[in-house]
């Protein structure tokens, strides 16, 4: 890509018997707990890949299994609870971000890489994309400290504060590459499986919420004819009033709060953006996991998108196994 260096892949052990396999783990947020079920997945068919590329969470998660720490990562994500998430970010207003950095960089070195750990030292290839903020160029991670790396390339402007690295300001990589088949490429990758966490995301999140709001005021109203004391009918009467605000007193559903406007606008940008990369640079198998169900902050809900991503392999295994037969 253009203003890019060339990266010279390195020699990898078992390329003349089989293709070098690269693994593109894509951007999407709280939906990215589905890449641990896809690399477990391949792994259990037989499928391992010499080289992982990953934007946002795919880097997270990506620098997970490189640096060995996939199984962590995977107990940890899994016993998160919705309270646990919220007290973990502890979202609240500041001038850089709603995210507690420092928390987060203190769990991302506990759990998914040593702080001291550079890219140089492991065993497989592996990059990480982010985007300069000022010029909007890509920045490839392919060497210095993963933890860097990672925290670059998850810095979802609005959530995240950018980060500044040797003398830049980087945010998230999936403003401009979501789903980074291209780094894969330049890495050497005969055969590249991507995952693509925004095949199915745009709009469809906000139907379901609605018709939640819509049934929650309506047990609110039948709740209020069965109060039996003044201070019930008081307490539901303010929160009747309350409701209103947002619901009208009809099926009207309420706005989009700042998180689902924040998200339907990620989802929009990354969506486009990811159609337009992958029609140019096609990978030779992509998976899609249906997880449009999960919001950009439900961290919580890592079961279910793990088993996304492990059915999205069982579904398709047939076709990667063939695509990474050993070469004739």
């Known amino acids: 890509m253009p203003g890019h260096r060339t990266i010279d892949p390195p020699p990898l052990p078992g390329s003349a018997l089989r293709p070098r396999i690269g693994l593109a783990l894509g951007s999407g947020s709280a939906r990215g707990w589905s890449h641990i079920g896809v690399i477990q997945a391949l792994s259990e068919i037989g499928v391992v890949p010499d080289i992982v590329c990953g934007t946002s969470i795919g880097s997270l998660v ?3 299994y490189v640096s060995g720490r996939l199984d962590l990562l995977e107990q940890w994500v899994c016993q998160l609870s919705r309270r646990d998430v919220a007290g973990f970010f502890e979202i609240s207003l500041s001038l850089d971000g709603f995210v507690d950095i420092e928390r987060l960089q203190s769990f991302l070195e506990q759990t ?3 702080p001291e750990l550079r890219i140089e030292e492991l065993e497989k290839s592996f990059a990480a994309v982010a985007t300069e903020l000022e010029s909007g ?3 490839w991670f392919s060497q210095g400290r993963v933890i860097e790396a990672v925290m670059s ?5 609005g959530l995240f504060p950018p980060q500044l690295h040797n003398g830049r300001w980087l945010v998230d990589g999936g403003l401009v590459n979501p789903v980074p088949v291209s780094v894969c490429r330049a890495l050497g990758a005969e055969v590249v499986i991507a995952v693509n966490l925004n095949g199915d995301i745009v709009g469809k999140h906000f139907a379901p919420r609605a018709l939640d709001e819509r049934k929650a005021f309506r047990e ?6 069965k109060a039996e004391t003044l201070a019930e009918q008081v307490k539901q009467t303010l929160r009747e009033y309350s409701s209103s605000l947002f619901n009208g007193l009809s099926d009207r559903p309420r706005p989009p709060n700042i998180f689902e ?3 339907g606008s990620v989802n929009i940008t990354q969506d486009r953006i990811t159609r337009s990369r992958m029609a140019g640079d096609p990978p030779d198998i992509t998976l899609v996991p249906r997880l449009a169900q999960i919001g950009l902050l439900d961290f919580h809900r890592a079961k279910e998108a793990i088993q996304g991503g492990r059915r999205c392999v069982v579904q398709t295994a047939e076709l990667i196994q063939e695509f990474v037969r050993p070469l004739q």
């Open 62 to 64: 990506g620098a997970a």
């Open 112 to 114: 998914v890489v040593s």
């Open 137 to 139: 160029r890509e920045v």
């Open 153 to 157: 390339s998850i810095a979802l402007p």
């Open 220 to 225: 609110q109203e039948k709740s209020s004819a």
């Open 261 to 263: 406007t924040l998200a």
